[in-house]
């Protein structure tokens, strides 16, 4: 058995081998190449920080829509809002994909470098990198994933992709405020570096001549372009006029599309039943029940809405229905009540949805009946759904059978 200063000098011999030979593998000279420098690596990482904060910040909006609190209600005006905000933040989101891939290859050396670090704080900046790069990936690959409403996996999305937008912004913020000085020196000064083919003697010429592959600046193009590419081909599902290019996405809104119909949600029989009613209950001193003949012979109003969902996708219709704030004040609910709206569906997280007094009064907010002039179908929602300006699709709720004023 070796003793234990022979063990300490062969340590101190592979360390002292992979600290001074750049040929051995996880060094950084091992995976050379003249596009690895810090001017490119600082232009990809300034676009992924604003593509990531647009993509947060946008994100908050949604979670605060998607999970309201009652003591900060969301505002009912301008009614596209979220649907601006959250194709937005789904843009961004796809947009960054190509970014991120070229980042990872450009410090792809650093990250993988021995030893890991020569002083403790070294260490630390590589333990955030690894939250950083590790919560950009899983983020990207969720909310894709998300949008093709394909989930490999056990646990909530919603949950997990809030709380990993936490810890990557904050890995972010830390590694911007560690990266600061460099960033600023790199982007700031002239750019006195070696031509491509110069710039690196082994991968700089070949047999046949001079290196002919991208610049630095046909790189950054090249990444430009297929993140503008990806964005072009997707966000036709919010914007009306890029349809026609949206090769890539999802979901047409021109087909009025579902995310959950009627049969999936197994509400067939219910929405069908002669037994159906509308009660309007909580805080109120007439509790109410509608038949649909009573809905029906109760004034309707029509209100132009988007509807907007979480994954990106959106299209602006024309609904018919009963005002809810009507429905209140035949209840006699007092001024300025919030309420939850509740389905015949059963096993959806989203069941119940709050609306708060802003909201439940507005006048464009509806439990529709008509969509474009037709009697709802029901995988939209039939008998009755509420539709109002400035909500996620995911609590316009379908097949409403409740409201509860709070």
């Not at 990250?111 to 899983?138: K, M, N």
């Not at 003949?293 to 969902?309: K, N």
């Amino acid at each position: 058995m070796p003793s234990p200063e022979a063990v300490t000098g062969r340590v101190t011999r592979m360390v002292a081998t992979y600290t001074t030979d750049p040929d051995l593998p996880l060094r950084q000279h091992a995976y050379r190449s003249p596009l690895r420098d810090e001017r490119l690596a600082a232009w990809l990482g300034a676009s992924l920080g604003v593509l990531f904060s647009t993509c947060f910040v946008t994100g908050l909006f949604s979670h605060l829509h998607q999970h309201p609190l009652s003591w900060l209600p969301v505002p009912a005006r301008p009614a596209g809002l979220f649907r601006l905000t959250q194709g937005v933040h789904v843009a961004s989101g796809i947009a960054s994909l190509p970014v991120l891939v070229a980042k990872l290859w450009v410090v792809w050396p650093r990250f993988v470098s021995f030893p890991p670090g020569r002083r403790i704080a070294d260490a630390v900046e590589r333990l955030g990198i690894l939250a950083l790069v590790t919560g950009g990936i899983f983020m990207v690959f969720s909310g894709v994933a998300n949008i093709a409403q394909w989930y490999p996996w056990r646990f909530s999305f919603t949950a997990a992709h809030y709380w990993t937008a936490w810890v990557t912004i904050g890995a972010l913020v830390a590694h911007i405020g560690a990266k600061a000085p460099i960033t600023r020196r790199t982007l700031h000064r002239p750019p006195k570096r070696p031509a491509l083919a110069d710039a690196d003697p082994v991968l700089g010429t070949t047999a046949e001549g001079p290196h002919d592959g991208l610049t630095r600046r046909g790189f950054l193009a090249t990444v430009a372009a297929a993140s503008g590419a990806l964005t072009l081909v997707t966000v036709g599902q919010t914007l009306p006029g890029f349809r026609r290019l949206a090769l890539l996405a999802p979901r047409d809104p021109a087909d009025r599309p579902v995310n959950r119909s009627a049969r999936n949600a197994g509400v067939v029989d219910a929405a069908a039943s002669p037994g159906y009613r509308l009660r309007v209950e909580g805080r109120v001193p007439r509790a109410l029940a509608f038949t649909r003949e009573q809905l029906r012979a109760l004034p309707t109003h029509d209100a132009d809405l988007p509807i907007a969902c979480v994954e990106g996708w959106s299209y602006s219709a024309r609904w018919t229905g009963v005002r809810l704030r009507d429905l209140l004040r035949l209840a006699g609910a007092p001024a300025g009540a919030a309420v939850h709206v509740e389905s015949l569906e059963q096993q959806s997280p989203y069941r119940i949805t709050f609306v708060n007094h802003v909201q439940a009064q507005d006048t464009d907010t509806l439990l529709a009946t008509h969509l474009d002039g037709q009697p709802l179908s029901p995988d939209h929602g039939y008998p009755l759904r509420l539709i109002g300006p400035d909500r996620p699709g995911v609590n316009q709720t379908k097949w409403v059978t409740r409201v509860v004023v709070l």
